[in-house]
């Protein structure tokens, strides 16, 4: 079981990839829907995955991506704008094309998770 932090600032979002990694019998951190807030997160708690929403409320998460990175936890973006939305030096990070199905979700995270 995996501890996943969600960044997404979309309830009906957010509920959906909640919803998902339960069922793969993971555990959720968060959601966290404020740049703010997730940057608290991502410093304090125990995580071993993260998926982050990439526009929060009108701020970037890069600066969470950039504090999960030093503390070498894996992560992957979500945006409705696929790859053009990613910043240096996230231009090869892992992306989840919003709109996505539970089955994409699911599926992301299998290629990402350890065993």
Not at 11 to 26: F, N, P, Q, R, S
Not at 53 to 61: E, P, Y
Not at 70 to 92: K, N, Q, T, V, W
């Amino acid at each position: 079981m995996a501890r996943i932090l969600i960044v997404e600032d979309e309830m009906l979002v957010a509920m959906l990839i909640e919803d998902t990694v339960l069922d793969l019998g993971h555990q959720v951190i968060g959601p966290a829907m404020r740049l703010e807030t997730a940057m608290s997160v991502a410093a304090s708690e125990d995580i071993d995955f993260a998926i982050l929403d990439i526009n929060l409320a009108g701020k970037q998460s890069f600066p969470v991506a950039d504090q999960l990175t030093e503390r070498g936890i894996p992560f992957m973006f979500a945006s409705g704008y696929g790859a053009a939305g990613l910043a240096d030096p996230y231009r090869e990070a892992a992306i989840l094309q919003k709109p996505f199905s539970p089955e994409q979700i699911a599926s992301a995270l299998s290629r990402r998770l350890p065993c």
